[in-house]
């Protein structure tokens, strides 16, 4: 009998230890790793990918900055379209304050009157307003004075100005330019100016001053190319070094103008805060402006 339960308990016992077995957990292999514990790096917020479009129009003096920008930020936010209409500054104005673009895009300061209907303006770039004559020139150097006075014809010939014996065409964009607007501000022409032809776009004032040796005009620094001469202004030339530097007197903004109270889109936002900042500086000097924010 002794023997029969010393048998029975010692059965309970295994059936016990069987049981308690089964309901502990298995051991882990510390080499595996599983899926759902794994760490995940929190995604950078500046760098959050977003989607939409971004419509934006004006100065056609810009139109070398908002290539470098549209390419550059198509790289950075792939799903953003940047869109962009040159229609010239006076227009890229009214359409910001009308609602029907998103970003307005001037090639000089604004006024007062447009700041007190809502305009705000958004400096991305500084850039030079060269004043342009043909190769065939022999002039080389004007001063601010000389060059007021043959855009408001007191100087009406190149013989005056140490040139050959030829009457100037006096060339300049049409009224809704901001580089026209910029130019007759500095050098102190406002409605004084007596045109021989006026243009719409920069790279008309360009063709025209390069296909007539007697013509002068004035277009963006970026825009100048080998077809035209950029002359010195009170000794000093034309270029990013002496737009930064402040040397070179006739200079004006690039401005980005957006509403007072209009909020922008999440894609309209990130384009113009990374056109601000010092990240868009690399593009700007491609373009052959000066950062004001690099």
Do not use: H
């Not at 599983?34 to 479009?53: C, F, K, R, V």
């Not at 100037?168 to 022409?189: C, L, P, Q």
């Not at 825009?223 to 007197?249: H, I, L, R, W």
């Amino acid at each position: 009998m002794k023997l029969n339960k010393i048998l029975a308990l010692g059965a309970s016992l295994a059936l016990s230890a069987a049981l308690l077995a089964s309901c502990a957990p298995a051991a882990s292999d510390p080499t595996d790793t599983p899926s759902n514990t794994q760490t995940q790096q929190p995604a950078d917020p500046t760098e959050a990918p977003i989607s939409g479009t971004v419509n934006t129009d004006g100065s056609t003096s810009m139109a070398d900055v908002m290539a470098a920008f549209q390419e550059s930020f198509e790289v950075i936010q792939p799903d953003v379209t940047v869109n962009y209409s040159g229609t010239g500054s006076g227009s890229g104005i009214t359409n910001v304050l009308n609602g029907t673009v998103d970003i307005g895009l001037a090639s000089r300061a604004l006024t007062d009157e447009e700041k007190a209907e809502g305009a705000v303006e958004n400096i991305v770039a500084l850039d030079g307003v060269a004043v342009v004559i043909n190769p065939a020139n022999t002039v080389t150097s004007l001063t601010v004075e000389q060059i007021a006075q043959i855009y408001n014809g007191t100087i009406t010939n190149w013989s005056e100005l140490g040139g050959a014996d030829a009457p100037i065409a006096v060339i300049g964009r049409d009224a809704a330019s901001g580089t026209r607007g910029a130019f007759e501000e500095i050098v102190g022409v406002e409605d004084q100016c007596v045109y021989t032809n006026e243009y719409e776009s920069t790279g008309e004032v360009i063709g025209s001053v390069a296909g007539n040796p007697n013509a002068i005009g004035y277009a963006s620094l970026s825009a100048v190319d080998d077809t035209v001469t950029a002359v010195q202004v009170n000794g000093v030339a034309p270029s990013e070094a002496t737009v930064a530097d402040g040397t070179y007197e006739i200079q004006r903004p690039f401005v980005m103008v957006t509403k007072e109270g209009t909020e922008l889109s999440e894609a309209a936002q990130a384009f113009l805060d990374w056109a601000m900042s010092a990240d868009a500086a690399d593009e700007i000097e491609a373009a052959c402006c000066v950062s004001p924010n690099a």
